[in-house]
């Protein structure tokens, strides 16, 4: 079984963007900045490293950009059992799995970028990464320094972040020396994320989730604070809520998704962090991830050889059911609404062309971002379509 995850803030980059500009799931770039008055597109383009590592940009940017990434792959007909998401991240796997909608998604990550930016800018913090060294011996390092240092994340089997003011983290890093670990070192971020110094943000960002509607997931979201599966749209504020201040069960996350039956997981969004996670974490994994479009198709080929293999299991984990994958189909969708005209050489059996329009939407033209044969018309002419709805149905060529 598939699921899709999601990373965190620390994966931007400048210029990541780029690649997706003539895409047709950009749009969701210029949607995000109607829903928040801010010029996404340009913190996806134009700005710097440093202006982009900003709490406010960093997390704004990643999740749109993991957006664009989901809405290109679900245009391909591949669909996740289950989304999980590293810290900001979660929020883009309640999006994906229809629990917020996308504006009020992108809505409450702008909020928790600010809120996050000004509880750090109230209150010196910073983290630091433990590498070799169990979970335990890291939080003993941090008690023996009786003052603000906390475990913010559980990343992987001998990797930990901690959190908390500076001169602390110093010492719960030597504490840790002293312990066995073989690095303890830095992280250049804005704050002490995941910790109590978080409290600020919480509070804030809780007025701003209060005010947003959570709907059941279509697919089970594993979150953060307790590693667990839910689809129930009463869980999902409390555990926003909570997010901030408690550590990232990330480690644990990967455990509970490969004792349920997961094979393959695929990151949606900038960089490959949790890629490489899992490959520590869950060593028999598939995994593959998408940045961009041209990962898309070795995404095709990593999932066309994945096969049902335990169907008990999939019977006794209802929840986890329902994922289809037909590696060598795809879908072509339309690029807005409006009325559907059929354009020349767009009939079943027809071979078509990357590039090649099929038609027209209100005078848009539906172009085709892949090669194969018209298994079938979708829309008629003359009918009203909305924006992604499928036009025509390809099957790739061998």
């Known amino acids: 079984m598939i699921v899709f995850t999601y990373p965190g803030q620390g994966s931007q980059a400048s210029g990541m963007g780029a690649a997706w500009v003539d895409h047709p799931s950009w749009e969701l770039v210029e949607e995000a900045s109607d829903a928040t008055s801010r010029d996404i597109a340009a913190l996806l383009l134009d700005t710097d490293q440093t202006e982009l590592t900003m709490t406010r940009n960093a997390q704004l940017a990643t999740f749109v950009t993991s957006m664009v990434a989901l809405d290109a792959v679900s245009r391909t007909g591949v669909e996740a059992a289950a989304h999980a998401g590293h810290s900001l991240g979660e929020y883009s796997a309640l999006a994906a799995a229809g629990v917020l909608d996308f504006a009020d998604a992108v809505n409450l990550v ?32 941090c008690q023996k320094t009786a003052g603000e240092a906390w475990i913010a994340n559980y990343n992987a089997p001998g990797q ?88 990232v069960r990330w480690r644990q996350t990967l455990r509970a998704l490969d004792t349920d039956g997961f ?26 991830s998408v940045q961009t479009p041209a990962d898309i198709d070795g995404l095709l080929e990593t999932l066309s050889g994945e096969k049902e293999t335990d169907s008990v299991a999939a019977a006794a984990n ?40 099929l038609g027209s939407v209100n005078g848009q033209d539906v172009v085709s971002s892949f090669e194969g044969h018209i298994m079938g018309v979708l829309a008629y002419e003359g009918e009203r379509v909305t924006s992604r709805q499928p036009i025509a149905w390809l099957r790739t060529r061998a």
């Not at 303890?184 to 600020?200: C, E």
């Not at 990151?267 to 593959?288: F, I, S, W, Y």
Request: contains cysteine.
């Open 110 to 141: 702008n909020e928790r970028g600010d809120a996050m930016q000004s509880a750090a800018d109230e209150h010196d913090g910073t983290m630091a990464a433990i590498l070799g060294l169990d979970d335990d011996q890291v939080d003993i390092a």
């Open 160 to 247: 930990v972040v901690i959190a908390g003011s500076p001169d602390d983290l110093d010492r719960a890093c030597n504490e840790a020396k002293e312990l066995g670990a073989k690095r303890a070192m830095r992280i250049p971020v804005g704050g002490a994320f995941h910790s109590p110094l978080m409290a600020p943000a919480r509070d804030r960002l809780r007025k701003a989730i209060d005010q947003v509607e959570f709907r059941d997931a279509d697919q089970a979201v594993y979150c953060n604070v307790d590693a667990m599966a839910h689809t129930a749209s009463g869980d999902f504020a409390e555990l926003l809520g909570a997010q901030l201040t408690s550590p």
């Open 263 to 288: 094979s393959t997981f695929v990151e949606l969004g900038p960089g490959t962090v949790l890629t490489g996670l899992v490959k520590r974490a869950v060593k028999t994994a598939g995994r593959c």
């Open 318 to 357: 209802p929840i986890l059911e329902g994922e289809h994958l037909f590696a060598t189909e795809r879908m072509v969708v339309s690029p807005a609404a409006g009325v559907f005209a059929l354009g020349d050489g767009c009939a079943e059996g027809e071979l078509i062309r990357v590039g090649q329009i």
